[in-house]
């Protein structure tokens, strides 16, 4: 049965509990009605939301997380089932890792996973403009190239203790991702503007939705990390700091471009527009494109040759890292199909 | 599979305990006293048993019918009034 993820992003809603359904509520009409078995997630995007302390209670029974996301898609809270950090094991191994070589190999396929992304979307990119646009398919495939010779260089990378060499690693992100970005500046239509990659402040279209994007994708990692039992905080290619889910933050990498970015580019292409009112992008266009992205997540790929949503993929890949830290069973980073 | 649900309970308070219960599955109402909804065995069974313990041993008649996609294709509705559902 399809379950649903509740995305509140509109003004003046109140969500309550009757018998054993969420109803969201605007000026005490009843806008929708879905049951908690049915019940996948609740996001709220906006302010000015009430919630009830019955639903909340509810959710944490059904295990159902509710995120609080701000405009620009950066994840500001979340509420969980209390009981879902009883898992020490698992938890217990991972602080270890920090210091040993399981933390090196960690970092290193989440990094080699998210190049090999970015280059699965170029390919996939350049697929498309090989007839109508010689130039540009050219230049695709020279940028290709060269970050080919890049993630060559991680092969050199070695290490008993991710401190060591999270410098080489960062760098070697660093770069590809400049050439990435160079190639989807040139594929998105003229008339849409991308000064470059902005994570904060940006204040145009692209970057908005790119950061929006990863903001809904956030909530779903930090959901899936949570349920394979493990901290989200305790990372290994994002360095420690204070309230820095860095575990989140390093698995999202490896679903960025497959989830988030081919989205925005496809959506844009479609000449879909989206009003930008002071630098953030409007109710009405956050809604739509929050659609396109939780579409995203329910569309399958193959995954252990066997296909699957992308959202369950995300969270087989979460369960994976806590079996390689309890086990020792490889990690293989998440690579999509083209 | 689909589900088609109706009843037929004159005790006020049970009946809408009755209803709340199909909305709780997601069935949704199509008359007054008639729900539809795709359900799976698992969550159809589980409706059974709890509206039987609803209705107790008060009167009342609720029905339930599996209605398979093919059939369902067939439906055909017609209506003269203003909207009755919610």
Request: glycine share 8%.
């Amino acid at each position: 049965m399809e379950s649903e993820s509740l995305v509140i992003s509109d003004y003046g809603i109140f969500i309550g509990k009757k018998s054993e359904r969420v109803v969201l509520k605007k000026k005490k009409e009843v806008i929708k009605e879905v049951p908690f078995f049915k019940l996948k997630e609740i996001l709220i995007t906006t302010s000015g939301v009430s919630i009830s302390s019955d639903v909340i209670r509810e959710c944490a029974k059904a295990g159902v997380q509710i995120d609080f996301v701000s405009y620009a898609g950066k994840h500001l809270a979340k509420l969980s089932a209390a009981g879902m950090s009883g898992t020490v094991k698992t938890r217990r191994e991972q602080l270890f890792a920090y210091e040993d070589e399981r933390g090196v190999k960690l970092a290193i396929a989440f990094v080699k996973g998210k190049i090999e992304n970015q280059l699965v979307l170029l390919k996939y990119l350049a697929k498309y403009r090989k007839r109508n646009n010689k130039k540009l398919y050219e230049f695709i495939y020279n940028q290709l190239d060269e970050i080919n010779k890049i993630k060559r260089g991680m092969n050199e990378i070695k290490g008993s203790n991710i401190d060591d060499i999270r410098q080489k690693l960062l760098s070697i992100e660093g770069r590809a991702a400049k050439k990435y970005w160079r190639v989807i500046k040139r594929v998105l239509p003229e008339e849409v503007e991308f000064p470059g990659r902005k994570t904060q402040g940006a204040d145009d279209v692209v970057n908005s939705l790119l950061n929006y994007g990863y903001g809904i994708l956030y909530s779903r990692v930090s959901t899936s990390v949570l349920r394979a039992g493990l901290d989200q905080y305790g990372g290994f290619l994002h360095a420690d700091r204070p309230g820095k889910p860095s575990l989140v933050l390093d698995l999202i990498e490896e679903f960025r471009q497959t989830v988030v970015d081919r989205t925005v580019i496809g959506t844009l292409n479609q000449g879909m527009k989206f009003k930008l009112s002071q630098g953030y992008i409007e109710d009405k266009s956050r809604r739509k494109f929050a659609d396109k992205v939780l579409e995203r997540l329910q569309s399958k790929e193959y995954h252990d040759g066997k296909k699957y949503r992308l959202e369950v993929i995300l969270q087989r890949q979460a369960r994976r890292i806590a079996t390689y830290l309890r086990e020792g069973k490889e990690y293989i980073p998440f690579v999509s199909g083209w | 599979m689909h589900t088609l649900l109706i009843y037929d309970i004159s005790d006020d308070r049970i009946r809408n305990k009755v209803a709340e219960t199909c909305k709780d599955y997601a069935l949704r109402r199509i008359q007054w006293s008639a729900f539809l909804g795709k359900i799976n065995h698992n969550k159809r069974e589980e409706l059974i048993l709890k509206l039987g313990k609803l209705l107790g041993e008060k009167e009342g008649n609720i029905q339930l019918y599996p209605i398979c996609s093919k059939d369902m294709k067939l439906h055909r509705e017609l209506g003269r009034y203003a909207n009755v559902r919610d």
